[in-house]
C-alpha cells in the first residue's frame, strides 16, 4: 500500500496560498494537514477559522486538522460543518479523551489523538477502539523546520505492534521533520500516513517531492 501524504499548509506561501492549495490538489498527496496554534498549548500563533474557511471551498482534498490547543472540543461542530475530514486533539489537552474521541466521530469525522513527543504510545491503549488515527509528534510542537527526533521510531514499532495485535485498522501518523530519509524509516517501522511541511514546501519540485513519499512502502 501507499503511504499517505498530508503536506502541512504552515510552510505554504501565505501570499499565494491558493496557488499552494492547488498544487496540493495536482498532487499525489491523499490529505491536506492543517496546524491550528493557540499561543497557549504551543508557543506559538498560526491560523484558524478565516483560513479554514477561505481554503474549504477550493481544496480537493481531505482537511486533516491537528489542532495545538486547549479545549478543542469547544471546536467540534464547527469543524464538522465546514467537512473536515480528521480532526486531532492533543492528548496532554484532553483529561476526558474517550468522551472527545466518541463526540468527534458522531459529528461524522474521523477521530484521532496526537501525542507529544515524551508522551508514550501506552495511553491510547484504552481508547484504541475509539481511534481512528494516531498522530506522533516526531518534534515538538509548535513550528515548522524542526529536527526529527530519533526517538519516534521506536514508538511508531510500540504502536504498530499495539494496533496489530488487537487486530484494529487505526492508522499511525507521524508530524514533523519529516523527508524521504526520516519518511522512509518511518513507513519501514509501521506509519500508514506522514505529514511534510518544509520538505514539501522547501521543495524545488513540490509534486516530485510528495510523489517520492506517497511510493514508501513498508
Ligand atoms: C508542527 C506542526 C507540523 C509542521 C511540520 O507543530 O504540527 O505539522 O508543519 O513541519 P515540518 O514538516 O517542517 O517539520
Ligand atoms: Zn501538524
Not at 475509539?130 to 526529527?148: H, I, R, T
Not at 492508522?171 to 520538505?199: C, F, H, K, M, P
Request: charged residues 20%; hydrophobic residues 45%.
Amino acid at each position: 500500500m501507499n503511504t499517505i501524504v498530508s503536506p502541512s499548509l504552515l510552510s505554504a506561501d501565505f501570499l499565494h496560498l491558493a496557488q499552494d492549495v492547488e498544487m496540493v490538489n495536482r498532487s499525489r498527496a491523499q490529505w491536506l494537514h492543517i496546524d491550528v496554534m493557540d499561543g497557549v498549548f504551543v508557543p506559538n500563533l498560526s491560523f484558524g477559522f478565516p483560513i479554514l474557511e477561505a481554503i474549504a471551498p477550493i481544496v480537493k482534498k481531505p482537511l486533516d486538522v491537528h489542532l495545538m490547543i486547549v479545549e478543542p472540543m469547544k471546536f467540534v461542530d464547527r469543524l464538522a460543518e465546514l467537512g473536515v475530514h480528521i480532526m486531532n486533539v492533543h492528548y496532554e489537552v484532553s483529561p476526558h479523551l474517550h468522551r472527545s474521541l466518541t463526540a468527534i466521530r458522531k459529528a461524522g469525522m474521523k477521530s484521532a489523538v496526537t501525542l507529544n513527543p515524551h508522551t508514550p504510545v501506552s495511553v491510547v491503549e484504552d481508547v484504541l477502539e475509539e481511534l481512528d488515527m494516531v498522530l506522533l509528534m516526531s518534534v515538538n510542537p509548535g513550528y515548522g523546520g524542526q529536527k526529527f527526533i530519533e526517538h519516534s521510531v521506536e514508538k511508531v514499532q510500540r504502536l504498530r505492534e499495539m494496533i496489530d495485535k488487537r487486530q484494529l485498522s487505526t492508522l499511525i501518523e507521524v508530524d514533523g521533520g519529516v523527508n524521504q530519509q526520516t519518511g522512509a524509516r518511518l513507513v519501514a517501522a509501521g506509519a500508514d500516513a506522514l505529514v511534510a511541511g518544509s520538505y514539501v514546501f522547501g521543495h524545488a519540485d513540490p509534486l516530485t517531492a510528495i510523489s517520492g513519499l506517497c511510493d514508501l512502502k513498508r
